[in-house]
């Protein structure tokens, strides 16, 4: 029987389709949802002293108010919710994480990457099949999620930069001494 449900989330609207097939199971079986927001380790030598670690607490931040953004709209569906910050090599924390929760299946979206996309940076979905404790369901991306999801993540990066140019110039010049 299902009693706990794992969907990993990514932040992306795309990772985000895989709530709706588990609240669908949830809300049938009366089982509970952990969402699992995995924030990866940054390489230390890449980064100047101390500001590694103001990187992996914004990483935390942002992650914690994403799951909990989530966790709130899923409870308002009246679905019984947990949620989980890891931290590390993603398909590995969520296997792990699985394993502890003692979850009985794991819903996920894959991002449709195929060939040598998929060999050269992984797929978290096709690791998971291979190391999680439990079932996993895999919810496919159509070509036309991919894209709308990518236009939609170009736009937002297009309005923080937009955002940052407008923060930078607008400082007295006083600031620059």
Same mark, same amino acid.
């Given at each position: 029987?299902?009693?706990?449900?794992?969907?990993?989330?990514?932040?992306?609207?795309?990772?985000?389709?895989?709530?709706?097939?588990?609240g669908?199971? $949830?809300?049938?079986?009366? %089982?509970? =949802?952990? =969402?699992?927001?995995?924030?990866?380790?940054?390489?230390?030598?890449r980064? %100047?002293?101390?500001?590694?670690r103001?990187?992996?607490e914004?990483?935390?931040?942002?992650?914690?108010?994403?799951?909990?953004?989530?966790a709130?709209?899923? $409870?308002?569906?009246?679905?019984?919710?947990?949620?989980?910050?890891?931290?590390?090599?993603?398909?590995? /924390?969520? %296997?792990?994480?699985?394993? =502890?929760e003692?979850?009985?299946? =794991?819903?996920? @979206?894959?991002?449709?990457?195929?060939?040598?996309?998929?060999?050269?940076?992984?797929?978290?979905?096709? /690791?998971?099949?291979? $190391? $999680?404790?439990?079932?996993?369901?895999?919810?496919?991306?159509?070509?036309?999620?991919?894209?709308?999801?990518?236009?939609?993540?170009?736009?937002?990066?297009?309005?923080?930069?937009?955002?940052?140019?407008?923060?930078l @110039?607008?400082?007295? @010049?006083?600031?620059?001494?």
């Amino acid at each position: 029987m299902i009693k706990r449900i794992m969907v990993p989330v990514d932040g992306s609207r795309l990772g985000e389709r895989a709530l709706v097939v588990a609240g669908d199971l $949830a809300e049938s079986l009366a %089982a509970t =949802i952990v =969402i699992a927001r995995v924030v990866p380790l940054l390489a230390p030598g890449r980064y %100047a002293p101390g500001l590694l670690r103001q990187v992996e607490e914004a990483q935390e931040k942002d992650a914690e108010a994403y799951l909990a953004s989530v966790a709130e709209r899923l $409870a308002d569906d009246r679905l019984t919710v947990e949620s989980r910050l890891l931290r590390g090599p993603i398909a590995e /924390k969520l %296997a792990e994480q699985a394993a =502890i929760e003692r979850c009985d299946l =794991i819903v996920l @979206t894959s991002h449709g990457m195929s060939g040598l996309a998929s060999a050269v940076f992984g797929s978290v979905a096709q /690791k998971l099949l291979h $190391a $999680a404790p439990c079932p996993v369901l895999v919810v496919r991306s159509t070509a036309a999620d991919l894209e709308s999801d990518e236009e939609l993540e170009e736009s937002q990066a297009d309005e923080a930069l937009i955002t940052e140019a407008s923060r930078l @110039t607008a400082k007295p @010049t006083a600031e620059y001494g």
